[in-house]
């Protein structure tokens, strides 16, 4: 079918050959899946040329970009679309307060050229060198600090999306609605129709706001049902975490946040974890802007890196874990303020080492260094023939101390030996890593045994399955069992007005 596909896009095809197929079969996730055929495109109208042509074909086909997602959304075994060569335009507006990206721009390069102005992309991804601004929307990316304030779904002001129809919508339009309606009037009515049944659903309503208080990238974003009345608004909002199942998502404008310059960064260690954990309520009241956890086994890990040593001395990694905190201001007098309203709990915390705040950025690298590092460092010293497996969850902070410890037990239980637990603690959000083998029976047995518990620990705590990684394929099968059947059949309603066909991305979010 790719050969008949007509116009300039048989000239587009990269490649048929097994070699270079095989070269798209990875990201950073641990699925391997081989595309038949992959495809370069640059601009919309070719977008929407070969989404028709799909659509009336019945052929199947994934969106990809920067290739950094951790839960097979950017895998396929039919058409890969690699649209990372070409919409990498990027506008700053109103001397930087607001920006308009092109899907293929990685965030340092948003963020490079938002910062003579002062400010920058309120989604903070630690992969902000390699993922794209494609990616950072269609899995609704936050990060250390930006939480649920300034992620994707937050700060976008509009976007330009193509429809699997081939249809083109530009949100900004003042028209937008009224276009909408002329080109897509059946997903128009099926919009309000969902609209209507979610805001008629006590139960519905209350889920939403609940599930939706946490970070949380699993199923769709159907709190746009609620948050938004217009039609173009709610379409726009739920394409941020669709993860290139309803539509392409050509061009993006944010509301961008200001760079607060003045920092001060620490290491909390305490005796254990259940001590650290205790202690997030009264520091999350400080102001903090980040406050990140690592758990003994991260801590011994990163004790083995040369470059923090200073960060860790020679003490013996038993049962302690630490809190990285940072406090972060526009001036220095209210920096000084935010620390000084602070002191006084930080003092008291039961710390095996005195709190001290650093302004070094000399210091505060290698401090970060420390949780930046982890993933590298665990997924490097791995033993041969493993994948790592870095999951992903989010639960209310009272709840994150029994979960991180009841995690620890479900790692010993099941023979998980140096996992370690890591994340951002301010937000209840919590990555935890751990190496298996995928070349045995067992072993596919072992996981499939421990996500099943993990899935009834997280949602027993009221808790989120995927906080920033997005569904993929990996959670998919549990989206029913975190949503219900009532609001699982409403994202199945949304997939189905938007793409009827099925042709984008099958076996993702739904």
């Known amino acids: 079918m790719i050969e008949h596909m007509g116009g300039p896009l048989g000239r587009m095809i990269e490649s048929t050959r097994w070699s270079d197929r095989l070269s798209y079969a990875h990201d950073a996730s641990h699925y391997l899946l081989v595309p038949d055929a992959v495809v370069k495109l640059s601009s919309t109208d070719e977008v929407a040329h070969i989404l028709r042509t799909c659509t009336n074909s019945g052929r199947r086909l994934t969106f990809r970009s920067g290739g950094t997602s951790l839960s097979g959304q950017g895998q396929s075994d039919s058409l890969l679309v690699d649209t990372r060569q070409g919409f990498r335009r990027i506008e700053v507006l109103d001397n930087g307060r607001r920006v308009r990206v092109q899907p293929g721009a990685t965030v340092r390069q948003v963020?490079?050229?938002?910062?003579?102005?002062?400010?920058?992309?309120?989604?903070?991804?630690?992969?902000?060198?390699?993922?794209?601004?494609?990616?950072?929307?269609?899995?609704?990316?936050?990060?250390?600090?930006?939480?649920?304030?300034?992620?994707?779904?937050?700060?976008?002001?509009?976007?330009?999306?193509?429809?699997?129809?081939?249809?083109?919508?530009?949100?900004?339009?003042?028209?937008?609605?009224?276009?909408?309606?002329?080109?897509?009037?059946?997903?128009?009515?099926?919009?309000?129709?969902?609209?209507?049944?979610?805001?008629?659903?006590?139960?519905?309503?209350?889920?939403?706001?609940?599930?939706?208080?946490?970070?949380?990238?699993?199923?769709?974003?159907?709190?746009?049902?609620?948050?938004?009345?217009?039609?173009?608004?709610?379409?726009?909002?739920?394409?941020?975490?669709?993860?290139?199942?309803?539509?392409?998502?050509?061009?993006?404008?944010?509301?961008?946040?200001?760079?607060?310059?003045?920092?001060?960064?620490?290491?909390?260690?305490?005796?254990?974890?259940?001590?650290?954990?205790?202690?997030?309520?009264?520091?999350?009241?400080?102001?903090?802007?980040?406050?990140?956890?690592l758990d003994a086994r991260s801590l011994r890990v990163a004790q083995r890196d040369p470059a923090s040593g200073r960060v860790l001395p020679d003490m013996v990694i038993d049962r302690q874990a630490a809190l990285l905190i940072e406090f972060q201001e526009m001036t220095d007098g209210a920096l000084g303020e935010r620390i000084a309203h602070a002191s006084g709990l930080l003092g008291r915390l039961p710390l095996l080492m005195p709190a001290e705040l650093t302004r070094s950025s000399t210091l505060r690298g290698e401090l970060w260094h420390v949780r930046k590092g982890l993933y590298a460092a665990v997924a490097g010293s791995r033993p041969s023939g493993t994948t790592a497996l870095l999951e992903d969850v989010a639960v209310p902070v009272p709840a994150l101390a029994d979960t991180c410890q009841s995690l620890v037990t479900m790692f010993d239980r099941h023979g998980y030996e140096e996992s370690v637990i890591f994340g951002h603690a301010k937000d209840g959000n919590i990555h935890f890593l751990l190496n298996e083998r995928f070349d045995r029976p067992a072993a596919m047995e072992r996981y499939a045994a421990f996500t099943d518990e993990m899935v009834d620990l997280v949602l027993g705590h009221g808790g989120t399955l995927k906080a920033e990684h997005g569904t993929g394929r990996i959670m998919a099968p549990f989206v029913r069992r975190q949503y219900g059947d009532e609001l699982y059949e409403v994202m199945r309603e949304v997939k189905a007005i938007f793409d009827p066909a099925g042709i984008l991305n099958p076996g993702v979010v739904i």
């Open 111 to 293: 963020n490079a050229r938002l910062a003579s102005h002062g400010f920058r992309l309120g989604p903070d991804p630690a992969s902000e060198a390699a993922c794209t601004i494609g990616g950072v929307v269609a899995n609704n990316s936050s990060g250390m600090i930006c939480g649920t304030e300034f992620n994707s779904y937050r700060t976008l002001e509009s976007m330009v999306m193509v429809l699997p129809s081939g249809s083109v919508i530009d949100t900004s339009r003042v028209d937008a609605d009224e276009f909408l309606s002329r080109v897509e009037p059946e997903l128009l009515a099926g919009l309000i129709r969902l609209r209507d049944r979610v805001r008629g659903n006590p139960q519905s309503v209350g889920d939403i706001s609940r599930q939706f208080s946490l970070k949380n990238t699993m199923g769709y974003a159907v709190n746009a049902f609620i948050d938004f009345t217009a039609p173009t608004d709610i379409l726009a909002h739920l394409m941020i975490g669709s993860e290139g199942t309803l539509g392409f998502i050509a061009e993006a404008t944010f509301r961008t946040i200001p760079v607060l310059p003045h920092a001060v960064t620490g290491f909390l260690v305490f005796p254990n974890l259940e001590q650290a954990t205790a202690a997030l309520p009264g520091l999350v009241a400080t102001g903090l802007a980040a406050i990140e956890l």
